[in-house]
């Protein structure tokens, strides 16, 4: 059977496109978006720069493992109404081994609000690093090559 053609998002006179990404490679992150109080699951993000680098074999492994544990993506995009206060949430998650014992860390939830505007994309980036620090920021890269930082809407 023919495989589904992957459905390709596209901003509007209504809507704005948001990509999510995560950064490092420490983990995965649980990304979540929609309007205060009412958000929606976007789906778990996997950073896959070190999966690129990889043997052919080891990168199958690798993507079958975060993709069918967490159905984890290297990004993830949805469409928000535009012109209304929207808040995309990070959480990053991690297994912490100790042993024969393990813990199961997080950093997050990280929220921004921010207003977005009709046929504009913006993306999404998390960060954590070293385990201990997270960071979570929103850019507008509507126009090819640029990356501007979107500041965030007081609550």
Same mark, same amino acid.
């Given at each position: 059977?023919?495989?589904?053609?992957?459905?390709? @998002?596209?901003?509007?006179?209504?809507?704005? /496109?948001?990509?999510?990404?995560? @950064?490092? &490679?420490?983990? %995965?992150?649980?990304?979540?978006?929609?309007?205060?109080?009412? $958000?929606?699951?976007?789906? =778990? =993000?996997?950073?896959?720069?070190?999966? %690129?680098?990889?043997?052919?074999?080891?990168?199958? @492994?690798? /993507?079958?493992?975060?993709?069918?544990?967490?159905?984890?993506?290297?990004?993830?995009?949805?469409?928000?109404?535009?012109? %209304?206060? &929207?808040?995309?949430?990070?959480?990053?998650?991690?297994?912490?081994?100790?042993?024969?014992?393990?813990? $199961?860390? /997080? +950093?997050?939830? $990280?929220?921004?609000?921010?207003?977005? /505007?009709?046929?504009?994309?913006?993306?999404?980036?998390?960060?954590? %690093?070293?385990?201990? =620090? +997270?960071?979570?920021?929103?850019?507008?890269? &509507?126009?090819?090559?640029?990356?501007? @930082?979107?500041?965030? =809407?007081?609550?």
């Amino acid at each position: 059977p023919a495989k589904p053609k992957p459905v390709v @998002l596209t901003a509007d006179d209504h809507h704005a /496109k948001v990509i999510f990404r995560m @950064l490092s &490679t420490e983990s %995965q992150v649980s990304f979540s978006a929609g309007p205060e109080g009412n $958000l929606s699951s976007v789906g =778990v =993000v996997y950073n896959d720069s070190l999966e %690129q680098q990889a043997p052919a074999f080891v990168r199958g @492994l690798y /993507k079958g493992l975060a993709h069918g544990l967490y159905r984890a993506r290297p990004f993830r995009e949805t469409l928000v109404p535009a012109n %209304q206060l &929207t808040v995309v949430e990070g959480v990053a998650n991690w297994r912490n081994d100790r042993g024969t014992s393990y813990s $199961l860390e /997080k +950093c997050g939830p $990280l929220s921004r609000s921010f207003l977005p /505007k009709a046929n504009k994309t913006y993306l999404v980036e998390f960060d954590l %690093q070293g385990f201990s =620090v +997270c960071s979570e920021k929103v850019y507008d890269v &509507t126009v090819e090559g640029q990356k501007e @930082l979107v500041l965030p =809407v007081a609550k």
